[in-house]
C-alpha cells in the first residue's frame, strides 16, 4: 500500500491479510492500519492499493481524501478504498428460460480489478486516477411480432447503473412472447473499460387448454378481425372463440356457438373475411358467414361442391373455397353473392394463401384417389373458365403457406417432407425440398411471427420449426406434445406472437409459447 501527502513522496507498507496491522472484525471485512507522519493543517492524503510490494505491480484501489491533522496528536483517518476497475462481466443464473410463463432470475454484474478478482467493495467503483466510474445496464429485446391489443413480451432489469457491488440483480420475464434479451454492461466516468454482455434465451414451451365443449374435436383455426382466435369444433359443428390468455393461465374463457342449420354435418375450415364476418366451411353443402356475436349467421349454399373444407378471404373482394374431393376450388364475390367455379375441375383442395404475387395459392389432390397432388396458383382475373398455373408434387401436398423470405411452403404428409418453391409456371418445379427427422405423417404449416416455419407432426405428435434460412434437417427442430396422439392438425401464427394449434383427438387446443 502506498501513502502520499500533499503530493509528496510515497510511504509504502507491505500488507498480506496475515498482517500483525490487519484484522476482520466479526462480520466485517478486512482492515488494516499503518502510521505515516503528516504536516498539521488540511492535508490530501493518496492511499493507493497495489498487488506487489514496494509500491508495484497493478493498481487495485485507491481513494483520496482531505483531512485536518492537529499537532501533538494521533489523528486517526478511517478511509475506504474504491476497487480500481479493469474489467466487467454479466452472468445470468440461467442462459434459459421457459417460454409462456412469468418469472424472476438472478443476473449477476461483477467488476474485476486488474488481478481478475470480483471487487466485493464495500467500497465505490473507480479507475487507476480514482474518477468515479458507472456500470450502465441495457437490454435489448429480440420479439416475436405481435398485434394490438396484445404485448410483446420483456426481461426487465432491477437497476440500470451500479456506481459500486451490489448483490445480484434480478431480471423479470413477463412470460409473453419473447426471444431472447442481450444484457449489456458498459463503463462511463473515467477510463475506458470494455463492455460485456450476455444472453438469456426463452425457450419455447409448449401449454394445452380443453376445448370449450366436450367432445368438440378442433379441426381448424384463424385469427378474427377482434384479434381473437376462432376454433371449429368438427366433432359438434360448433365454434368457439377466445381471446389469447395471460401467461401461467391454464383455462380459456372461450365462448362457443353451434352451427345453425342441423343438416350442416361437420365444421371445418374458418377464415375471417373483410366483411368483418367469420366464414365457416361444412362438410356439406354450406359454407356459414357468422358475425361476431356468434348468432345470425347466414348460410350458403353450394349445390355442386363436394364438402367444402378451406376458405379464405382473397382481399379482391372475394371468398375462395376449397372443398375435400372432387370440384373446385370455388369463388364467391361478396357483392353478388355468387358462386363461380371459374378454374376448370383441378380436384379436391386443401389449405390456400395469399401469394407474394398476389394470386390464390392451394395445395390440393387426393394421392391414390382422383388428382394427381399439385400445387396450383388461380389467376387474378374474375372472368369465367381462367386458366391456372398447375404443378403435379409427386406425393400428397396437403397444406401451403407464405414465408417470410416470400416463398411458398408446403408439407408433404406420406413423403414426410417440407419445402418451399421459389418458382411455379407451367410443369416446372423450382426450391428446395427437407426431410423432416420424425419422418411422414405431416399435416398444417404456418408462418411463424419469428419468421420461422412451423409445422404440425401427427404421426410423430411434434410440432415442427423450420428456419427460415433452412436447407437441410439440421435446421429443424420437433417439441413433443404432452399428450399423447393428440391428433394434430391445423397450425397457425397467433395475435399474440405465439403458435397455436389443435389437438383433434385430445379435445384440447395447444400453444407453443414463443
Not at 382475373?381 to 417470410?404: F, H, L, P, R, Y
Amino acid at each position: 500500500m502506498s501513502i502520499v501527502i500533499n503530493g509528496g513522496t510515497a510511504t509504502n507498507v507491505n500488507l498480506t491479510p496475515g498482517s500483525p496491522n490487519c484484522v476482520v472484525p466479526n462480520g466485517g471485512v478486512l482492515t488494516c492500519s499503518a502510521t505515516v507522519n503528516a504536516p498539521t493543517g488540511n492535508d490530501t492524503f493518496l492511499v493507493t492499493l497495489y498487488s506487489g510490494t514496494g509500491g508495484t505491480g497493478d493498481v487495485l484501489a485507491t481513494k483520496t481524501l482531505v483531512q485536518t491533522v492537529t499537532a501533538n496528536a494521533t489523528n486517526s483517518i478511517a478511509l475506504v478504498l474504491n476497487g480500481v476497475v479493469s474489467s466487467i462481466s454479466v452472468t445470468p443464473a440461467t442462459l434459459s428460460a421457459p417460454a409462456g410463463v412469468a418469472t424472476s432470475l438472478p443476473l449477476a454484474v461483477n467488476a474485476l480489478d486488474a488481478q481478475g478478482n470480483i471487487i466485493i467493495g464495500p467500497g465505490n467503483y473507480s479507475d487507476a486516477s480514482g474518477n468515479a466510474l458507472t456500470i450502465n445496464l441495457s437490454a435489448a429485446q429480440t420479439v416475436t411480432t405481435v398485434q394490438t391489443p396484445y404485448a410483446a413480451g420483456a426481461a426487465t432489469l432491477s437497476a440500470t447503473t451500479l456506481t459500486s457491488p451490489s448483490a445480484p440483480l434480478t431480471v423479470a420475464y413477463d412470460g409473453n412472447a419473447l426471444l431472447s434479451t442481450q444484457f449489456t454492461a458498459t463503463v462511463t466516468g473515467g477510463a475506458a473499460v470494455a463492455p460485456a454482455s450476455a444472453l438469456l434465451s426463452i425457450t419455447p414451451t409448449i401449454y394445452e387448454y380443453p376445448a370449450a365443449i366436450a367432445g368438440g374435436g378442433p379441426y381448424s383455426l384463424t385469427v378474427g378481425p377482434d384479434k381473437q382466435i376462432w376454433v371449429t369444433l368438427f366433432g359438434v359443428s360448433s365454434v368457439e372463440h377466445f381471446a389469447p390468455p395471460a401467461p401461467g393461465a391454464s383455462t380459456l374463457t372461450a365462448t362457443s356457438f353451434v352451427m345453425p342449420d342441423t343438416n350442416s354435418q361437420w365444421a371445418l375450415g374458418i377464415a375471417a373475411g373483410s366483411d368483418g364476418n367469420m366464414w365457416i366451411a361444412s362438410w356439406g353443402t354450406e359454407v356459414f358467414v357468422c358475425p361476431l356475436i356468434g348468432v345470425g349467421c347466414s348460410i350458403i349454399d353450394i349445390y355442386e361442391a363436394d364438402h367444402p373444407e378451406y376458405v379464405l378471404d382473397g382481399g379482391d373482394g372475394n371468398m375462395y373455397v376449397n372443398q375435400s374431393y372432387y370440384t373446385g376450388p370455388y369463388r364467391y364475390s361478396v357483392s353478388t353473392q355468387a358462386f363461380l367455379l371459374d378454374f376448370g375441375d383441378i380436384g379436391g383442395g386443401h389449405r390456400m394463401s395469399i401469394g407474394p404475387d398476389g394470386r390464390i395459392w392451394s395445395a390440393g389432390g387426393q394421392e391414390g384417389c382422383c388428382y394427381t397432388p399439385y400445387i396450383v396458383a388461380l389467376p387474378t382475373t374474375t372472368s369465367g373458365n381462367q386458366s391456372v398455373t398447375e404443378v403435379g408434387m409427386g406425393n400428397d401436398t396437403t397444406n401451403i403457406a407464405v414465408g417470410s423470405d416470400g416463398n411458398i411452403w408446403y408439407v408433404q404428409s406420406s413423403a414426410g417432407v417440407i419445402g418451399h418453391l421459389t418458382s411455379l409456371t407451367s410443369n416446372s418445379l423450382t426450391g428446395i425440398t427437407i426431410n423432416v427427422p420424425a419422418g411422414p405423417g405431416l399435416r398444417g404449416i404456418t408462418a411463424g411471427p419469428d419468421n420461422n416455419i412451423y409445422f404440425t407432426e401427427p404421426t410423430a405428435n411434434n410440432i415442427g420449426r423450420a428456419l427460415i434460412s433452412a436447407t437441410t434437417p439440421a435446421g429443424i427442430t420437433e417439441y413433443p406434445v404432452p399428450t399423447a396422439n393428440a391428433g394434430l392438425i391445423d397450425i397457425i401464427a397467433g395475435p399474440d406472437g405465439n403458435i397455436w394449434f389443435v389437438e383433434d383427438n385430445a379435445n384440447k387446443i395447444g400453444k407453443l409459447a414463443l
